[in-house]
Nanobody
């Protein structure tokens, strides 16, 4: 059974930074493309960034140049470095394989709040 444990969220002022981590167990992590997703209150979950097993990355336009996704296949962990945070980045952040499929297990996520 796959387990996804996100961490690293918190309250930060606009312009600040956070680094999220996602520990993955119960799957062959290294073969999957992985993604970070977020869901703001009243909105649908959206893809923020994804990374291939070989390290190629892609970003949503809203975070391009500010966020960096990375992974450590030896540690079964994927990261999201978030810089120059804006209030509109406020959301619960999740990781999962990319693309995700109906019925996929989702972890609890980690709350990111950007506010002064």
């Amino acid at each position: 059974q796959v387990q996804l444990v996100e961490s690293g969220g918190g309250l930060v002022q606009p312009g600040g930074s956070l680094r999220l981590s996602c520990a993955v167990s119960g799957s062959i992590f290294s073969i999957y493309r992985m993604g970070w997703y977020r869901q703001a209150p009243g909105k649908q979950r959206e893809l923020v960034a994804h990374i291939t097993s070989g390290g190629s990355t892609n970003y949503a336009d809203s975070v391009k140049g500010r966020f960096t996704i990375s992974r450590d296949n030896a540690k079964n962990t994927v990261y999201l470095q978030m810089n120059s945070l804006k209030p509109e980045d406020t959301a619960v952040y999740y990781c999962n394989r990319y693309p995700s499929y109906h019925g996929d297990y989702w972890g609890q996520g980690t709350q990111v709040t950007v506010s002064s």
